[in-house]
């Protein structure tokens, strides 16, 4: 059969890169690899000026003290938007009035056990 093109060389020792350096090759091999498939390592920066910030130094307790009272108020938006509503819209007011309910009550349990924490290592 006729091939339009030769075969390759059959010497082994023969390369196409000849040229190049194998080394400069392979790093940039890892390069284009690395880049591709390789996880980022660095973190992603945290986003600064956001609509929403906390002053630096507030202490955990007024934090928590401040959750507490949003989930209350959560919890009573929703209470009253139940009384508005019928059928499955009022039981998905009422869940989300239970829920800021029993968030609330993990906040306040927090608060206690931070409380009693202090007290503990003052005394």
Do not use: C, W
């Not at 690395?34 to 630096?56: C, M, Q, V, W, Y």
């Not at 009022?90 to 968030?103: C, E, F, K, N, Q």
Request: net charge negative; glycine share 6%.
């Amino acid at each position: 059969m006729f091939k339009p093109t030769p075969n390759p060389p059959e010497n082994e020792a023969t390369s196409p890169y000849e040229s190049f350096d194998s080394k400069k090759l392979h790093e940039a091999a890892e390069r284009a690899l690395d880049r591709h498939f390789k996880p980022a390592i660095e973190p992603r920066p945290k986003r600064r000026g956001g609509l929403f910030t906390l002053s630096p130094g507030t202490d955990a307790e007024a934090l928590m003290a401040n959750a507490s009272e949003d989930l209350l108020s959560i919890s009573a938006i929703a209470a009253n938007l139940a009384d508005d509503l019928d059928g499955s819209r009022r039981s998905v007011a009422l869940d989300l009035s239970r829920m800021a309910d029993g968030v609330r009550l993990m906040v306040e349990g927090t608060q206690d056990h931070i409380e009693l924490r202090e007290y503990r290592t003052q005394g």
